[in-house]
């Protein structure tokens, strides 16, 4: 498997897990650095590699009236301050071709949203740009029907590549993690990501916004360092019942560090009997 750099950390080929996380949306700057700050001191504490993660813009909310963060001028410039400051890589999902250019100047990692990753055209315009690119799967793909989209990243040029698997669609406003995706996945030869948060989401489940089962996301973390992943993407908020964005389905900060303790035990177990060539 190829190991992806990314802001001078290495993510894939049996190295320990990284962790993507942060606010679901950019809520304001004071918010954004504290959490920010906040993740970057458990994590270097727990040595273990860090990406923060907020969206400067989502696009694709549930309702007209649901917030969608501060836009792209803002948001990039608290993103980029967090980068420099910091700092640590960050990440942010793009929904708009206007958008890339602009945000390849300051991301480490430009996102793909699972809603978008069969769109070739943007796909292959972001890969050209971006350092990195994170292609989140859809919903409505298997995980062997994500090799097609990686090629698009790679015939743009691009070799930077992590794929995230965010759950499947199961019915009516809910999703299902089939575990046995992360290695079909890690098969197409690039680093993957489990999102644990987005896998708990019940899309539009609360009528003009999505629920979600929290608790049920640490669960889904636990399998998947089981499983052995290569990064874990986590949704977080000081105050998740006062989050703007996908509160339901993201974790209380202050919890983070007893699971990160946890996913590390399991993760060096894990990775310790890939290097003797089990699985």
Not at 77 to 85: D, G, H, S, V
Not at 211 to 226: D, K, Q, S, T
Request: charge should be positive.
């Amino acid at each position: 498997m190829r190991k992806v750099n990314v802001g001078g950390i290495r993510v894939g080929g049996g190295e320990p897990f990284a962790l993507i996380a942060g606010p679901c949306v950019i809520e304001g700057e004071k918010l954004t650095r504290r959490v920010a700050a906040s993740l970057r001191d458990v994590t270097a504490e727990l040595g273990i590699p860090f990406i923060f993660k907020s969206s400067y813009d989502k696009a694709n909310r549930t309702s007209v009236r649901s917030f969608r963060g501060p836009g792209l001028d803002k948001g990039l410039k608290i993103l980029k301050a967090i980068r420099e400051e910091l700092g640590v890589p960050v990440l942010s999902d793009v929904h708009r071709f206007e958008e890339i250019e602009r945000a390849a100047e300051v991301l480490d990692v430009a996102q793909v949203p699972a809603f978008l990753c069969r769109q070739t055209d943007f796909v292959m315009e972001l890969a050209r740009n971006a350092k990195v690119v994170n292609i989140k799967k859809g919903q409505f793909l298997a995980p062997w029907d994500m090799a097609n989209v990686v090629r698009k990243v790679e015939a743009a040029g691009n070799r930077n590549i992590l794929i995230t698997e965010r759950g499947a669609s199961f019915g009516y406003n809910n999703l299902v993690s089939d575990m046995r995706s992360i290695p079909i996945l890690r098969g197409i030869g690039y680093p993957v990501v489990f999102d644990a948060t987005h896998s708990v989401q019940l899309p539009g489940g609360a009528g003009e916004a999505s629920g979600g089962e929290r608790a049920m996301a640490v669960y889904l973390a636990r399998a998947a360092a089981a499983v052995g992943v290569d990064a874990l993407f986590l949704e977080v908020h000081p105050e998740p019942d006062r989050a703007r964005c996908d509160g339901p389905n993201s974790l209380a900060l202050d919890s983070l560090r007893d699971l990160l303790r946890m996913l590390q035990g399991i993760d060096g177990i894990v990775k310790e009997d890939m290097k003797k060539g089990r699985r």
